[in-house]
């Protein structure tokens, strides 16, 4: 069949852990190991997230065959690609963050009409809080199979795991709940590497057909290279096509960067585009939280890492879908409190709130005013707040705390099966 080169959110949807690319961040590397919460679980590790067309460039420029394409920023730009190139052609949304193709941010054009018609329509669209600034234009390809490959940390064992699956060209995640056999896994030794054998026996435990198995499995050692020379967080192609000829190519790819080895990585950290952050994040930047936007409706405001991935799983547990991480840290006084729930209240993806915090340093006094005060902006409150405190004058802000306004719940459970049902009534 004839197909654009387009990436697997274009059929689906993935996801702080992914959590569900909101950074995309597709596979949720610390669970793997356990097959009952496999790609389920958010990671908060901090990435530099490349484009699309920016992780092919260096793909390319690594031996791993992609399709003929050029980045554009202007209608124009797209009609000289496009001719460059040839028809059909896709015209792809550069954006970070998953559901382009649901958001209509990958169309494929047949001839100069189309193309303009979508180039004007694509570039300057919001997609999730993300403007596009620029789209890729990309040549189709004639494919008979799609595969998958991917390279992540496996926090469990304390190593990376290699994965290649056949099943090409969809939510990984879906694959590893419904059919959690069709990934073939590999860890690698950090000391020595992806050893030759392995790429090929994760190659063949997959089920890749024997003509293309070791083309596959080169771009699978190639990846590991990349992901180990980068310090990458993550990197993956989903999909990776055969074609008609039997070739393989590179039909989507992503790549993360740890933030923290950027120091070592100048030229991968010129390639940040800043512009083309969430606002969201931008704004979190500013405040100087720890955040990543999710794909759920249930904002989530905690004091420390663990408690606020604590409460990501508790909402999974109820049956919500986390919308954010939000770590407002440790000793937070009233105006960073009030900023948070300012913050997430913007969210138009936020149905519902709850609100954890587990006193040490910081004060449950000091939380209830900062929710107080970003309450009193409101003549309606626009998110139903549930509240739980404990720990450092926790009874002293449980009577500050306007009732009227918020829900309060005496244990974490009962908080957030609250708030998911909150959220849920919604929608009903």
Known sequence: MLSPIYPNEARGNRRIGAVTSVRRIPIDSASIGDERDLYTLPSVTETMR????????????????VPDSQRA??????LTAVEDIGYPAAIKAQ???GGRGKAGGIKIAGDKQEAKAYAEEILGMEIKGYTVNSVLVEASVDFENELYIGITMDRSSGKPVAMVSTEGGVDIESVAAETPDAIAREHIDPVFGLHPYQARRAVYDAG???DVASDVAHILSTLYT???SADASEIEI???????????????????????ALFRQPELASMEDTAAGDDLEIKADEYGFDYVRLDGDVGIIGNGAGLVM??????????????????????????????ALDMVFTDD????????IFGGITRGDEVATGINEALEKFDTIPKDVVVRLAGTNAEEGMEILNTDRVEVEATLEDAVEQAVINAQEVHQ
């Open 310 to 339: 604590t409460t990501l799983d508790l909402v999974d547990y109820y049956g919500g879908s986390p919308a954010n991480f939000l770590d407002i840290g440790g000793g937070a006084k009233a105006e960073r409190v009030a900023n």
């Open 73 to 78: 920023t202007s209608s124009d730009e797209v």
């Open 349 to 356: 993806n936020v149905d519902a709130i709850v609100f954890n």
């Open 208 to 210: 890749v057909p024997s």
């Open 238 to 260: 989903n999909p990776v096509m055969i074609t008609t000829d039997r070739d393989v190519v590179a039909a989507d790819a992503v790549m993360n960067i740890d933030e923290d």
């Open 226 to 228: 990349q992901y180990e």
């Open 50 to 65: 490349l484009h699309e067309y920016q992780a092919k460039e260096l793909f390319a420029d690594a031996g791993i065959p």
């Open 95 to 97: 954006v970070h963050v």
